[in-house]
T-cell receptor, first 113, second 114 residues
Framework: AQKITQTQPGMFVQEKEAVTLDCTYD???????LFWYKQPSSGEMIFLIY??????QNATEGRYSLNFQKARKSANLVISASQLGDSAMYFC??????????FGAGTRLAVHP | GAVVSQHPSWVICKSGTSVKIECRSL??????MFWYRQFPKQSLMLMAT?????????EQGVEKDKFLINHASLTLSTLTVTSAHPEDSSFYIC??????????FGPGTRLLVL
């Protein structure tokens, strides 16, 4: 069965520090995509970063990087130099067949000054 | 990045009425659009997938006669909640993709059925 697991319901980080949000996935399909989305309290889903299953290098987008460990089936999001505006829910997702997305339960990140 | 809009952002209606939610891709052609539902403090659950000009594909457990989806053009998809009841109160959010794997989401619609 295809599944995304986010084991951290909540995380705290000090402003300007780095934080890692965990995500593990399960699929038997050799071709898949992994995504991270940010959902602030307003509800919109903001696309952050994408990693394809065949990509050799870890994806990076500004302060966001995806630590892709294929053998361990993990796709952790690393946010460097946290900002107060990073406080939000973060969802890991996997695309399976016909671009359908399966989401994890989410991690609520709180950035403290 | 790609922009998706949704209208309305908030709707309150009486039980038994129907509500239509519009999802528009503003700067790209969305060959495929997806509709999700999110209950408070929960994750997004896919309701259906629609391709322009064809019937939507519904996920298991989603009533297609209750949640009518129309994807009449490459920039517009609509979700109609027919005969809404209080248990349909939720956050409905759409997304669009132009062919690559990345889905771009609208801002969502909060539905409250009284």
């Amino acid at each position: 069965a295809q599944k995304i697991t986010q084991t951290q319901p909540g995380m705290f980080v000090q402003e300007k520090e780095a934080v890692t949000l965990d995500c593990t996935y399960d699929t038997s399909d050799p071709s898949y995509g992994l995504f991270w989305y940010k959902q602030p309290s307003s509800g919109e889903m903001i696309f952050l970063i994408y990693q394809g299953s065949y990509d050799q290098q870890n994806a990076t987008e500004g302060r966001y990087s995806l630590n892709f460990q294929k053998a361990r089936k993990s796709a952790n999001l690393v946010i460097s130099a946290s900002q107060l505006g990073d406080s939000a829910m973060y969802f890991c997702a996997m695309s399976v067949g016909y671009n359908k997305l399966i989401f994890g339960a989410g991690t609520r990140l709180a950035v403290h000054p | 990045g790609a922009v998706v809009s949704q209208h309305p952002s908030w709707v309150i209606c009486k039980s038994g009425t129907s509500v239509k939610i519009e999802c528009r891709s503003l700067d790209f052609q969305a060959t495929t659009m997806f509709w999700y539902r999110q209950f408070p403090k929960q994750s997004l659950m896919l309701m259906a997938t629609s391709n322009e000009g064809s019937k939507a594909t519904y996920e298991q457990g989603v009533e297609k006669d209750k949640f009518l989806i129309n994807h009449a053009s490459l920039t517009l998809s609509t979700l109609t909640v027919t005969s809404a009841h209080p248990e349909d109160s939720s956050f409905y959010i759409c997304s669009g993709t132009s062919g690559d794997e990345t889905q771009y989401f609208g801002p969502g619609t909060r539905l409250l059925v009284l």
